[in-house]
């Protein structure tokens, strides 16, 4: 309901500034995340791999610490915390801090979020997984270089081979077609390695 998510909003920016960026951070990444996934993020915040992207102030100048916002939010009522697990305690409010990132901020904040996380994966695959979702959304309409395809593709790759091995096909399926999605019309010839990997 649309009076319900202005009510949410308008409480939303009352809050302190570094919160309302968290919260940001942590709507991209669905109605749930594990606090060691934003403390991955919140490293590569203060690396400055993510900046100006939230629409809430100069976030290159704010230093985030998430472990203190996180408990903050669940201070707040904004989110549960059950184990690792921080959840927003409604989906309306999570859906209602996303939509207030700008429209023309989102896609860049999800590839941006995505690529600091392959940085620290570490051959983590829950971690690789979170950071390919993040880039396939932000690919979503995208226009890509021919770089961007074949590295994007590549991710989709590694991916999937880590959700066959988890016997998760029908997640190892979805990343085989979008690592698809991303190749050149011209992939047997520019891409064979890449494109064979994917149709095998």
């Known amino acids: 309901s649309d009076g319900v998510a202005e009510l949410l909003a308008t409480r939303f920016n009352q809050l302190p500034l570094p919160?309302?960026?968290t919260m940001k951070i942590a709507s991209c990444l669905g109605s749930q995340v594990e606090g060691s996934i934003l403390m991955r993020?919140?490293?590569?915040?203060?690396?400055?791999?993510?900046?100006?992207?939230?629409?809430a102030g100069p976030f290159s100048q704010i230093t985030l610490n998430m472990q203190d916002m996180l408990q903050m939010a669940t201070n707040e009522g904004l989110m549960e915390k059950a184990g690792p697990l921080y959840q927003f305690t409604h989906d309306i409010l999570q859906q209602t801090i996303y939509e207030?990132?700008?429209n023309d901020n989102r896609k860049l904040l999800h590839k941006s979020l995505g690529m600091s996380l392959l940085q620290c994966a570490e051959n983590n695959p829950e971690v690789h997984?979170?950071?390919?979702?993040?880039i396939n959304i932000s690919c979503k309409g995208a226009i890509l270089s021919p770089e961007e395809r074949s590295l994007f593709a590549a991710i989709n790759v590694t991916a999937a081979k880590a959700s066959l091995e988890d016997s998760n096909f029908e997640q190892a399926r979805s990343y085989i077609d979008a690592g698809i999605g991303m190749l050149e019309a011209e992939c047997w010839e520019k891409q064979y390695s890449l494109s064979l990997e994917l149709f095998e």
């Open 100 to 102: 207030l990132i700008p």
């Open 41 to 55: 993020i919140s490293n590569a915040i203060e690396a400055g791999a993510i900046q100006g992207l939230l629409g």
């Open 19 to 21: 919160l309302m960026q």
């Open 129 to 134: 997984a979170i950071a390919t979702d993040q």
